[in-house]
């Protein structure tokens, strides 16, 4: 048995709640721009994803017209954090609705380290920080999806961990990642599996002639 529901039956609230139950983990897109004034602002957006492999893109949505959106549209440019779990409290207290004129960097007891191609301040505490120019912004209803062009990624070295194949990567439990789930829920790394993807030349059953 399932619950069917209509999101123009239901309300845009009350689905919007809904979607941000059942789309889980997301991850945290930690947004660090400057105002065209000079003011530097931090916030957490849970609408993340990677846009595009080649040039690297990556992409975040803004729900409504929030200070990071307005900052971007007006600069161009902007950095996302990686939101680690040592940093959770911090991170929620950046969701806080701040006036413009205030950094959270200040408020909430962050240190802003200087980027290297962008003006945003990268967050000295996260362990990653990739910095990025607009590539374009889309309008949907009330929301707006920012995708920036990656200029610069700067990860912290004790992070990485080299593979039985000789690649060094970032390792996922050093990153210590957050993710949002609904309410005011968030979730930590929990176990990590591990699976091969089956080249269809080995697909039990194939034939070739």
């Known amino acids: 048995?399932?619950?069917?529901?209509?999101?123009?039956?239901?309300?845009?609230?009350?689905?919007?709640?809904l979607l941000t139950s059942v789309v889980v983990p997301r991850p945290i897109a930690w947004v660090s721009t400057r105002s065209a004034e000079g003011v530097d602002n931090l916030a957490p957006h849970s609408f993340f994803t990677v846009s595009c492999v080649d040039p690297p893109m990556i992409q975040f949505t803004s729900v409504g017209k929030k200070d990071s959106l307005r900052n971007v549209s007006q600069t161009r440019e902007f950095v996302v954090?990686?939101?680690?779990?040592?940093?959770?409290?911090?991170?929620?207290?950046?969701?806080?609705?701040?006036?413009?004129?205030?950094?959270?960097?200040?408020?909430?007891?962050?240190?802003?380290?200087?980027?290297?191609?962008?003006?945003?301040?990268?967050?000295?505490?996260s362990p990653v920080a990739l910095e990025c120019v607009l590539h374009a912004s889309i309008e949907l209803g009330n929301?707006?999806?920012?995708?920036?062009?990656?200029?610069?990624?700067?990860?912290?070295?004790?992070?990485?961990?080299?593979?039985a194949r000789g690649n060094s990567l970032p390792d996922v439990h050093r990153l210590a990642p957050l993710a949002r789930l609904g309410r005011n829920e968030w979730s930590r790394l929990g176990e990590v599996i591990e699976i091969t993807r089956i080249p269809y030349k080995d697909w039990p059953g194939h034939y070739e002639p």
């Open 1 to 17: 048995m399932r619950t069917d529901l209509k999101p123009e039956e239901l309300g845009s609230g009350p689905f919007y709640k």
């Open 143 to 163: 929301s707006t999806v920012v995708i920036g062009r990656v200029t610069h990624a700067s990860i912290d070295s004790d992070v990485f961990v080299t593979d």
């Open 81 to 125: 954090c990686l939101a680690g779990e040592p940093m959770f409290e911090k991170i929620n207290a950046t969701g806080t609705d701040f006036p413009a004129e205030i950094s959270e960097f200040a408020s909430v007891g962050l240190t802003p380290e200087p980027s290297a191609t962008v003006a945003p301040y990268r967050v000295a505490e």
